[in-house]
């Protein structure tokens, strides 16, 4: 890793003004590409101490060996030439958008002498008129097929309109009218150029003016008494109007608009486009992408703007973009967007009616991309297996490790600090297995000391249960568990422990199926795991093996993930194991990093919420919650139910002398106590008996 400082231009050095700069490693590679108003601001950013940057920009500067800059005269130049440069050197620390999918555009041909109508994908050709994109190509054949009625434009290939002009006979669509047969001459080049023109403008959403001039003509070819003519032309409406229901209204006042919607989350995010021409949704398109750099939503959105637009001019690039955020530089993005489409662009973020609505729907689609991005990768088997396969090799283990556990500590600033287990077998979760732990031998915040405690722990009640089927028969020496005999706190709910059978049928059972009851149900922690992964880095990581080797366990591989960052610690090494951003093993193992955390901090907020819910009637011996709540109902609020006498608590049913004064003396013992306070919202809670509703 290099020194941010060994390469540090010096001050004054940098220009105080807009460009573009690029960090280069000791390859001379570019691996970082940004712009900036003011370079000197920008850069000096790069430079601070090292605590102080966010993870993966820390990653980033001492990875860079050097870095150089570009001056532009303005913000607009600024941003065009960043996106040139992006598509330049490909680099590896900037967000770089991926098709979720090859979407399929309707394509004229306008280049060509007689323009054809087709399905296209790939880059966009000069000369060619698109509309989309379509999330299907049969939808586009659909869409054509209804229109070629009214516009019977040419939709053959070359070959087979070179045929038809050497044999004087045209394709089938020409005998049936959906073409105009420009092969054999039925139309002029002018004619059939024209008859283009209308298709784009009818699929450009000028479709009222098309269809109001057909319904004319119908009506003054029925006063002349041509039924037959009437009756074409009436058919003729009815399928621009059927092609028209396809594309469902969305914005009533006829907008031509781009609505950008994102979700996200640390490690990756799902982009959405929704297509609006002439108020209806003509196409849609999606993309996925890393997040390998710092960025927010703001950002997401201008490397979205330059990926959609980028390539594009004139009437591809709408009147109107809306998002869901603003880009730090709106007015340099909007006025790079005018410039491309070559009039006024808005961009802004809907506020309200049809517009904030479809964004909502947009966004919606968004994060069901997400969700389904990464379902697809976790549920694929070959996927999985690739994943297993590269996280063995990285750690050098023997084998792939079919059965991993990771660990999480979570607390508020030192309060209700509480840890998490969950398990992965075979690269899915099994959540039947999920535990959940009370830090005990200490009190405050201390995450490497309640990581050594937890993995202590689950290890000490997993050498008990081999001690149990006999499989270890001499157990090295250990201290009990605090609170309670050799255990552990797990989730409420879990069934005892019975005594196991010693006999040598029982014995062959549970050989034959280790890890089990004689009842059929797992015990709690009767498997190992081949690798124990934990939330942090390097201190968690030791604290986590040394617990191992106290208990003298030896053939569990052991290591660690910090938040934010691609970097894998393992014990005893000084540097961390560098997995691939793009790794099947790398996204595995944050997936299940991410879902301790999960676990972890449901946990601790829920125990937070209960002890914000206490009531002095909780430390009443023999009250149970049925009658906690009978008092209260009867009484209306512990305020009045504390002021009641013993006599009066008696009146409630099911409750006797000796509780009542059991529910006085809980009374007296409690100190008068400050308003309840919600420390998730601030909200002062209602002195109701500790029962609070959201």
């Not at 330049?88 to 054809?116: G, I, M, Q």
């Not at 015990?523 to 990581?541: E, T």
């Amino acid at each position: 890793m290099a020194d941010p400082s060994s390469y540090r231009p010096k001050p004054g050095q940098i220009p105080d003004s807009p460009g573009v700069y690029r960090f280069r490693d000791d390859h001379r590679r570019v691996i970082y590409v940004g712009k900036a108003k003011s370079l000197r601001q920008r850069l000096a950013n790069y430079f601070q101490d090292l605590a102080g940057l966010h993870p993966r920009t820390r990653t980033m500067v001492t990875t860079a060996a050097s870095v150089e800059w570009t001056v532009v005269s303005t913000e607009v130049e600024a941003l065009q030439l960043e996106y040139s440069w992006i598509k330049e050197y490909d680099p590896r620390f900037n967000v770089k958008y991926r098709d979720d999918k090859s979407y399929p555009f309707l394509a004229v041909t306008l280049n060509e002498e007689f323009p054809r109508v087709q399905v296209m994908r790939g880059a966009k050709k000069k000369g060619v008129r698109y509309f989309g994109p379509y999330g299907h190509a049969w939808a586009i054949r659909e869409t054509v097929d209804l229109m070629l009625r009214v516009f019977p434009v040419r939709t053959c290939s070359a070959g087979v309109f070179k045929n038809a002009a050497r044999t004087g006979r045209p394709c089938l669509l020409g005998y049936i009218g959906k073409c105009s047969a420009p092969c054999v001459g039925r139309v002029t080049p002018e004619e059939h150029r024209e008859l283009a023109e209308e298709f784009c403008d009818f699929m450009a959403g000028r479709t009222g003016t098309y269809i109001r001039r057909l319904e004319q003509r119908m009506t003054d070819a029925a006063e002349e008494m041509e039924y037959e003519k009437a009756a074409r032309l009436r058919d003729d409406i009815g399928a621009l109007r059927r092609a028209m229901e396809k594309n469902a209204v969305v914005l009533a006042d006829a907008t031509d608009a781009d609505l950008i919607a994102v979700a996200e989350d640390e490690l990756e995010a799902a982009v959405q486009i929704f297509h609006v021409r002439g108020g209806r949704v003509r196409g849609q398109r999606g993309w996925v992408t890393d997040k390998v750099e710092a960025v927010e939503t703001a950002g997401l959105v201008e490397h979205a703007l330059q990926q959609l637009y980028g390539e594009e001019r004139g009437d591809a690039v709408p009147k109107e973009v809306l998002v869901p955020a603003l880009p730090e530089d709106a007015e340099a993005v909007a006025q790079w967007l005018s410039e491309r489409r070559g009039s006024h662009v808005s961009l802004r973020i809907p506020q309200r009616g049809d517009k904030k609505d479809l964004m909502a729907t947009v966004g919606r689609n968004a994060q069901q991309s997400l969700v389904l991005h990464k379902t697809k990768r976790a549920s694929d088997l070959t996927t999985r297996s690739r994943a297993l396969e590269e996280i063995a090799e990285a750690l050098g283990l023997d084998s792939a490790p079919l059965r991993i556990e990771c660990y999480d500590i979570s607390h508020l600033q030192g309060d209700d600090v509480v840890a998490s287990m969950v398990v992965f077998e075979d690269g899915l979760a099994r959540k039947g297995e999920y535990r959940r732990f009370q830090i005990k031998t200490f009190e405050g915040q201390d995450d490497v000391r309640s990581m050594h405690e937890v993995i202590g722990r689950r290890f000490r009640r997993y050498l008990q249960e081999k001690e149990r089927t006999g499989e270890w028969p001499e157990a090295p020496d250990r201290p009990e568990e605090p609170g309670e005999p050799g255990g552990s706190s797990v989730q409420a709910g879990q069934p005892a422990e019975s005594p196991a059978g010693t006999g040598p049928l029982e014995r062959l059972e549970r050989l034959e199926q280790p890890g089990h009851e004689d009842d059929g149900r797992p015990r709690r922690f009767a498997y190992p795991p081949q690798l124990v992964v934990v939330d942090g880095g390097q201190p968690q990581v030791a604290a986590a093996k040394r617990a191992l080797d106290e208990l003298g366990i030896d053939d569990v591989a052991v290591c660690g993930l910090a938040k934010r960052l691609e970097e894998v610690w393992v014990p005893g090494e000084s540097d961390p194991v560098v997995l691939p951003r793009s790794s099947e093993g790398l996204y595995l193992l944050q997936r299940v990093r991410d879902e301790a955390h999960r676990f972890a901090i449901t946990y601790q907020r829920a125990k937070r919420a209960k002890r914000v819910r206490s009531s002095p009637l909780d430390d009443v011996p023999g009250l149970g919650e049925s009658r906690k709540q009978s008092l209260i109902k009867h009484f209306g609020s512990v305020k009045k139910l504390r002021q009641a006498t013993i006599d009066q608590i008696c009146e409630v049913p099911g409750v006797g002398r000796k509780t009542a004064e059991s529910v006085i003396v809980a009374f007296a013992k409690a100190a008068p106590a400050a308003p309840a306070v919600n420390t998730a919202t601030g909200e002062i809670m209602e002195d109701n008996g500790g029962s609070t509703h959201d």
